[in-house]
């Protein structure tokens, strides 16, 4: 009996890191994300809505994972801000 126990234990437990050390973002996500830093850094990237240039590094990160999102690359959805 210890033995199917231990087996079971250790299933799961490489299912967890199998789970844990897969990828969040795609690779074509990234590429993504590096096009829109380089517009930033070059000062061509604008923002949607209103068209004032990014400054923000941060900013320019959201920009180019909504764009890989829109082509259909593995991104998680954006976080929801609590109320």
């Not at 199917?4 to 234990?9: L, R």
């Not at 990828?23 to 996500?29: F, V």
């Not at 082509?71 to 959805?77: D, L």
Request: no cysteine; proline share 5%; charged share 40%.
């Amino acid at each position: 009996m210890a033995t199917t126990k231990s087996n079971n234990a250790r299933k799961s437990s490489e299912k967890k890191a199998a789970k844990k050390s897969e990828r969040k973002y795609s690779p074509e996500a990234s590429g993504f994300v590096e096009e829109e830093m380089k517009e930033m850094k070059q000062g061509k990237l604008k923002s949607g809505g209103s068209g004032k240039r990014v400054k923000n590094p941060k900013q320019a990160i959201a920009i180019g994972l909504s764009e890989a999102r829109r082509a259909g690359k593995k991104v998680p959805a954006p976080r929801r801000k609590a109320a």
